[in-house]
């Protein structure tokens, strides 16, 4: 007896249907009722294969209130060999039942574990002052991201917190608003080194923290707030913080801090823009009008070669992969975005159904957040590049037929294969001996591989030195004073004087807010 799960339903599937109306035209003559006695006729035609396939949903609907559509929707292990047959056999498979077998990769599931955060605590209040002056927390190059806002009064919170490697707290620090979780900007927290501080971050940081294991220790130590994107939570009698999606990875924030005679907007890391996507536009509508504003702005790029430049390397990959394998290597946030953007641009050229995506099953947590976020709507809690380069749903990205998640050891696909792996993996994996080899980031390749050279930039979060320059270029004709940060102070002044720009970089000795006291 099949042991899939089932669902059934009328609404209409809105996938590629051609193929399935002119098998069902040509081979259907009557339908098995849809649930256990479809899934034992389809397993009879199928065989021990069957027991590949996880779930099936009955998809039985008249496109238009005319042809009657009976498709079956078949989520499968990463098993090659059972999607094909899926594929092959639909003609013998309709006539045995009535119901096309539609392939599918594995049920994407949404990560019930990690939708339960720890309760949220009361948001604290910081001060009713107003805000003052802004400094870097933590000295040093390999320090991260920790940056001190202290109010008129003297009381101060923080803005990230850094890798940890040191100690930051004041205290005067009241509460950490967090950005992210990459771990130069939440390491502070998973080291200890703030313990007792409420934190303040976004929920869907918090879930994917979760699903990685992180989260308890930080949770343990510290109060945790979880903040909804778009949302105006007070600090004070004057001062107000709301978080803003940006983009860099999924659940990445600013903030934007409002005391009513100026305003601070935090971007944390952010990509300015990319091939695909302009962030300018949503970064001024968040600033408010009619105070002073200064703009704390992700700088990492400037002065440097690397950064989110306006390459497209995933057509490189979707040439290439139809003549060898190729092999991303990078870390786990930098091959979400790589799958993302070769799979968009695979599926949607002449490589269509012609190429396999195999990737490391350490980056599947990530993909069942995002998925999450999709199927409930939930778009503020993504990254805008997704959305916006993406479309609004959640397409076919993370169920294709032609994704396959790997486990160390697992044979390859058969066919052209575009492997996404972390550097570790890459010995374990059964790749192709002369395959074509690419890394994201920081990268130590094992000796004897060698890089293809292909800039593979826009895959790493941060803007290249030409987007940084306009932006600033924007936001300073718009009145806003930018303050850099996440770079060297002398890189900064470097790259400002060549670029006629008025931006300063961020320093450990405060910098007033009010420009009638700036130094």
């Known amino acids: 007896m099949a042991s899939a799960t089932f669902e059934v339903t009328s609404k209409p599937w809105f996938g590629p249907k051609a193929r399935a109306k002119e098998i069902l035209a040509a081979h259907r003559v009557g339908v098995v009722r849809p649930g256990p006695a479809a899934l034992n006729s389809m397993e ?10 996880q779930h099936v949903r009955f998809v039985d609907f008249r496109m238009n209130g005319q042809f009657r559509y009976t498709i079956a929707v078949c989520w499968t292990d990463s098993n090659d060999r059972v999607r094909d047959a899926l594929y092959r056999q639909a003609p013998e498979c309709v006539a045995a039942c009535g119901w096309y077998p539609l392939p599918q990769g594995e049920r994407l599931h949404s990560p019930e574990a990690a939708r339960v955060l720890p309760p949220s605590s009361d948001l604290p209040l910081v001060s009713d002052a107003i805000m003052a002056s802004i400094a870097a927390a933590a000295n040093g190059s390999d320090t991260g991201t920790a940056i001190r ?15 940890g490697r040191e100690d930051l707290s004041a205290d005067t620090d009241r509460i950490v608003l967090i950005s992210h979780h990459h771990r130069d900007h939440i390491g502070g927290l998973e080291e200890g080194r703030l313990a007792g501080l409420p934190v303040a971050m976004p929920a869907a ?19 945790i707030t979880w903040l909804e994107p778009g949302t105006v939570y007070r600090l004070g009698e004057q001062l107000t913080v709301t978080p803003v999606v940006v ?7 600013g903030y934007v ?3 009513g005679a100026r305003s601070l907007t935090y971007t944390g890391d952010i990509v300015l823009k990319s091939s695909r996507h302009d962030a300018m536009p949503d970064l001024l509508a968040a600033i408010p009008h009619g105070r002073e504003s200064t703009v704390l702005l992700d700088g990492t790029m400037a002065g440097r070669e690397e950064g989110a430049s306006q390459a497209t390397p995933a057509t490189w990959v979707a040439e290439e992969s139809t003549r060898r394998d190729v092999v991303v290597l990078a870390h786990h946030d930098h091959l979400l975005y790589a799958y993302l953007d070769v799979f968009h641009t695979v599926t949607s050229g002449t490589a269509r159904n012609r190429v396999n995506f195999a990737v490391t099953e350490r980056v599947k947590p990530l993909f069942q957040v995002l998925h999450d976020a999709f199927i409930r709507r939930r778009l503020d809690s993504l990254d805008p590049l997704l959305s916006g380069q993406y479309g609004k749903s959640m397409s076919a990205w993370g169920e294709s037929r032609w994704l396959y998640w790997l486990k160390t050891g697992d044979p390859r696909p058969e066919g052209h294969t575009v492997w996404f792996l972390t550097p570790e993996e890459y010995g374990h994996a059964a790749v192709r001996p002369g395959s074509a ?22 895959w790493t979060g941060h803007s290249d030195q030409a987007a940084l320059a306009d932006g600033i270029r924007t936001l300073e004709s718009e009145g806003h004073r ?38």
């Open 44 to 53: 009879a035609v199928f065989g021990d294969l069957f027991g590949a396939v």
């Open 149 to 163: 806002l202290t109010m008129t009064d003297g009381s101060s919170l923080l803005l990230d917190s850094g890798f």
């Open 205 to 223: 940081a918090g879930v994917d923290l979760l699903a990685q294991r992180r989260l308890k220790a930080i949770a343990g130590a510290n109060p």
């Open 247 to 253: 983009p860099h990875m999924p659940g990445s924030v």
């Open 257 to 259: 801090l409002d005391d």
């Open 437 to 458: 080899i690419l890394t994201v980031g920081r990268v130590d390749l094992l000796d004897g591989l060698k890089d293809e050279g292909v800039d593979t930039t826009p």
């Open 482 to 519: 930018v303050v850099l940060f996440h770079n060297f102070t002398k890189r900064i002044a470097k790259f400002c004087r060549l670029h006629g720009l008025a931006a300063t970089a961020l320093g450990s000795l405060p910098q007033a807010l009010s420009r009638a006291h700036a130094t």
